[in-house]
């Protein structure tokens, strides 16, 4: 593992909450968020100081921790803590109100190690005896409990990922298993999948099997033999895996098959029928018993006279009546820039530069440094002598770098008032201006609206960002009228964004489809907080193809003359 400040921060925070948990010195505690608070607020990457463990509220303790995570990639310490930690401690904090000190105070006084525990103690009216807590807590938590554990239906993609990732990291330890590809709603980056599939091919079934059963976290067997493996894995919440072993001939058929979606597949069956021929996911059965096999889905397609159909348009079988839009629909390879992400100046892991030169990797012709404003002190915002420091920095890097342009911008909070948090003088020096919405989520939909009209009437301001400031699977956001946010964006000529990050996906298809049709400009983008988040653009892209999103309405693929030329700036 790659260690960022970021990871840095972030274990250091984990042990001192886990410390806290167990009851430690509150002191102790106490010096391990400094430590962290003391590495947020260093303007530096970790990559530009010069001894890390100099730096004025690093001590012994959090000083080899530190050693640990840049020597072996990890933290002994934490590991150790994690151990001692009762399991059901952990997920506990989940619950709204109640932090590590809360937790830890219901452990050491009432014995609380779970879910079940808490339930009975607040039953018997326990906790509301408890000082800090009281009545009113103790129904709260009783009325969260309610639902608390239960597993849902259905996951977000982006709590899928990561176990994709360590299945796929499985799978290519196993010799056995010559190629694999996952498959259903996943595949088709959907916001929210109930299983994962996999296809894999293989030549010894069995040992596939066994190798994965043996591997994983498996919690639960539902079907094991040679054709299929059907599984729970426990991660953050269960999830169910059917792995399928297939020979390299069917392959293609079969990732078709189990991609879906199920209304498209009924529609290239009816094709097939009319051809006189059936499909499985084995393969196109011939009139005479024969059955024919691909070696790709592009020759899967190409045999009913189709173009390839990307996993993301396959819904409700009209994607077959629209393939002259595939010509244009927008693809990774169409992206030029990235418009939003932070550095280190507020809450990211890395430098100007190095977000800059992780840019130029990547083919990029030009960014926009977008850290975040004042309002925003969690994550460490900028004051406005910082924002003109920083846009020194960020013009000296861009005459220094060759192959990239780097233009200064800045994530301005809206603020709870509707008033913006940089005046327009400020604003004036800046090459592109993003709004977004970070506080007050619970006023009403009148007064959001009133905050998003300030900022997008505003001349200087280019984008709102994260438009409804939603976390799939998590909260709803601030529930704006995305309808009349569209049409003043239409009406002052503003970009409005698909947040990449998978977390949000933000605009949300059905409204991305009618900015489309508004001809209102799309910026799809990162909202990178170190080089390793600039991978979210591929997931921003497909779920822009969901929305059949033309390349040329989606801002990232424009030249920097283009894309100036609509700021009404000039380079």
């Known amino acids: 593992m790659a260690v960022n400040k970021k990871i840095i921060i972030k274990t250091l925070e984990e042990i001192a909450l886990h410390m806290e948990l167990l009851g430690e010195n509150p002191f102790k505690v106490g010096a391990f968020r400094k430590a962290a608070g003391v590495l947020e607020q260093d303007p530096r990457s970790l990559a530009e100081m010069d001894d890390i463990l100099s730096l004025k509220g690093i001590g012994k303790g959090t000083g080899a921790v530190i050693t640990d995570l840049l020597e072996k990639g990890e933290s002994e310490l934490l590991g150790e803590l994690r151990e001692q930690v009762p399991d059901g401690l952990i997920p506990l904090l989940k619950i709204p109100g109640l932090g590590g000190k809360k937790i830890a105070k219901l452990r050491g006084e009432l014995g609380i190690d779970s879910a079940e525990s808490l339930r009975a103690a607040c039953e018997a009216g326990e906790v509301s005896k408890l000082s800090g807590f009281g009545k009113k807590t103790e129904?709260?938590?009783l009325a969260e409990l309610e639902t608390f554990g239960q597993r849902p239906d259905k996951l977000p993609h982006w709590q899928l990922e990561p176990v994709v990732r360590m299945i796929e990291t499985v799978l290519d330890s196993i010799p056995e298993a010559e190629r694999y590809m996952v498959t259903g709603s996943y595949r088709r980056t959907a916001e929210m999948s109930s299983d994962l599939d996999f296809i894999i091919v293989t030549k010894k079934p069995d040992q596939v099997n066994a190798?994965?059963?043996?591997?994983?976290?498996?919690?639960g067997t539902d079907a094991s033999g040679e054709a299929k493996l059907s599984v729970t894995v426990n991660a953050d919440e269960p999830v169910d895996v059917d792995f399928r072993f297939v020979s390299e001939e069917q392959f293609a058929s079969a990732i078709h098959h189990f991609t879906g979606s199920k209304d498209h597949n009924v529609r290239m069956r009816q094709i097939a029928k009319e051809r006189g021929e059936k499909i499985s996911e084995y393969g196109v059965e011939q009139e005479d018993g024969s059955v024919l096999t691909f070696d790709s889905e592009e020759n899967f397609f190409a045999h009913f006279g189709l173009p390839f159909i990307p996993p993301t348009v396959r819904k409700d079988g009209t994607e077959l009546e629209r393939t002259d839009e595939l010509k244009t629909l927008i693809r990774p390879e169409d992206i030029r820039s990235d418009l939003h992400m932070h550095t280190v100046w507020s809450d990211g892991a890395e430098s100007v530069r190095e977000m800059a030169?992780?840019?130029?990797?990547?083919?990029?012709?030009?960014?926009v440094i977008t850290d975040h404003s004042r309002y925003l002190r969690v994550?460490?915002?900028l004051t406005p002598e910082r924002l003109r420091d920083q846009i020194r920095e960020v013009r000296a890097v861009d005459a220094e770098l060759d192959g990239i342009t780097v233009l200064c911008g800045t994530e301005m909070d809206i603020l709870p008032d509707a008033t913006l948090d940089f005046d327009d003088e400020l604003l004036s020096e800046l090459d592109f201006v993003i709004a977004s919405i970070h506080s007050n989520f619970s006023q009403p939909q009148e007064?959001?609206?009133e905050r998003l009209h300030a900022a997008i009437s505003n001349p200087h301001v280019d984008m709102i960002a994260h438009p409804t400031g939603r976390i799939i699977g998590r909260r709803d956001g601030y529930s704006p009228d995305v309808a009349?946010?569209?049409?003043?964006?239409?009406?002052y000529g503003k970009i409005l964004e698909l947040n990449a990050n998978p977390y949000r996906l933000d605009l949300a298809e059905e409204w991305l489809v009618l900015a489309a049709e508004k001809g209102v400009p799309i910026a799809v983008n990162t909202d990178a907080h170190s080089v390793g988040q600039l991978s979210y653009m591929d997931t921003g892209v497909r779920y822009a193809q969901r929305a059949w999103l033309d390349r040329d309405m989606i801002v990232n693929t424009w030249t920097l003359d283009r894309f100036l030329s609509h700021l009404g700036r000039k380079q």
């Open 357 to 367: 030169e992780a840019c130029r990797e990547l083919g990029y012709s030009h960014i």
């Open 447 to 449: 007064k959001i609206m």
């Open 211 to 219: 190798a994965l059963a043996g591997a994983l976290p498996v919690i």
């Open 379 to 381: 994550a460490n915002g």
């Open 139 to 141: 129904e709260k938590i």
């Open 484 to 491: 009349q946010l569209i049409e003043w964006a239409a009406e």
